[in-house]
């Protein structure tokens, strides 16, 4: 049963020009300890709110999606769905969304996955979190402002309670084959390396454009290879980048960051919209004149960004080839 949420509303679009910032955990299971490190800063132009176009992709999937209810304890994880086309029983993969919660682009973003040929669940983090107990969809039509509110609330053990219930859940599933990898974007990121230093039995932990736990002794329990993909406009988490890999190489632990050049942070998603749409002419010179430079520039940043994430997308596909 295919069904893709809308955010498409005027007022979202207002909201989402509007600054918020959020710090998450890099910590333990049981920490509660928060760094500034992990700020989200929101991205340009209300990409966020506006996201028909991957709302389009998602919807002319031929591939099966469903969204799926996850219990466990006394809570409730809703979680989307999608299943690859293929002959074999296929690794799953855990799509941990955005500051920005389940967006149309995450659930995209969950059936190009499964395009690859891999079982892709995303859950809805802020699931039974609004003040009617629903989620991202129950927040955004408020204000865009309070999901970044929300996800900055959410308990860290309750964040890793999620992950677990929904990774045993497509492990289980009869389509897969067993083996779970993980993947995060921006304070997903953040959120697939303190996952993979609170679970054990993941394949593979890849990192879009998130900080790592600064903790050694956290950061020693990971068992799974972690990938890094970085923007190389995004010095705020770059400058975290020495520390990681000088720790996680004094713990022997596989860390293969690479960094897209030119690209700004949140390039998945920004890489793969629609590009900038050209100024209307006003009659003012000058004004046109800034107007058009500004269009060139973010033209040169809309391509910088296509080119890093179809060139991550190839390294993230050979890599999960490998589980």
């Given at each position: ?14 909201a ?16 509660a300890h ?5 700020a989200?800063e929101?991205d ?11 709302k ?11 969204w ?28 941990i ?8 682009w995450?659930?995209?973003?969950t ?25 991202t ?6 204000d ?10 959410l ?29 995060g ?30 903790s050694k ?57 629609p ?10 010179k000058?004004t ?30 050979k ?5």
């Amino acid at each position: 049963m295919k069904s893709v949420r809308s955010l498409s509303n005027s007022i979202f679009l207002v909201a989402a020009l509007l600054s918020f910032s959020v710090l998450v955990s890099a910590q333990s299971q049981n920490s509660a300890h928060h760094h500034g490190n992990d700020a989200i800063e929101p991205d340009a132009a209300g990409a966020v709110a506006m996201q028909d176009w991957a709302k389009a992709r998602a919807g002319k999937s031929p591939r099966h999606q469903e969204w799926v209810s996850i219990k466990y304890g006394t809570r409730t994880v809703n979680a989307f769905v999608v299943f690859p086309e293929v002959k074999k029983k296929a690794t799953a993969v855990v799509v941990i969304h955005e500051i920005n919660g389940m967006t149309d682009w995450v659930q995209s973003l969950t059936d190009q996955l499964a395009e690859a040929g891999y079982v892709a669940i995303a859950p809805d983090l802020l699931s039974g979190m609004a003040p009617k107990r629903g989620g991202t969809d129950e927040l955004a039509a408020v204000d865009r402002r309070s999901v970044g509110q929300a996800i900055q609330a959410l308990p860290p053990d309750q964040v890793t309670a999620d992950l677990n219930a929904v990774a045993d859940y497509v492990a289980k599933l009869p389509a897969a084959n067993g083996k779970v990898a993980v993947a995060g974007f921006c304070w997903g990121g953040t959120q697939s390396f303190r996952y993979a230093t609170n679970n054990s039995r993941l394949k593979g932990a890849f990192i879009f454009y998130g900080s790592a736990p600064e903790s050694k002794t956290d950061l020693a329990r990971i068992k799974a290879p972690v990938y890094g993909f970085y923007a190389g406009n995004d010095a705020r988490i770059n400058a975290t980048l020495p520390a990681t890999t000088a720790a996680m190489k004094e713990l022997k632990k596989k860390f293969d960051p690479v960094t897209y050049e030119g690209a700004g942070h949140a390039f998945m998603r920004s890489g793969e919209g629609p590009p900038p749409e050209p100024p209307k002419v006003r009659g003012d010179k000058e004004t046109e004149a800034n107007a058009a430079a500004a269009h060139q520039k973010a033209l040169v940043a809309y391509a910088a960004n296509q080119k890093a994430r179809d060139t991550a997308w190839v390294r993230w596909k050979k890599i999960l080839a490998k589980f």
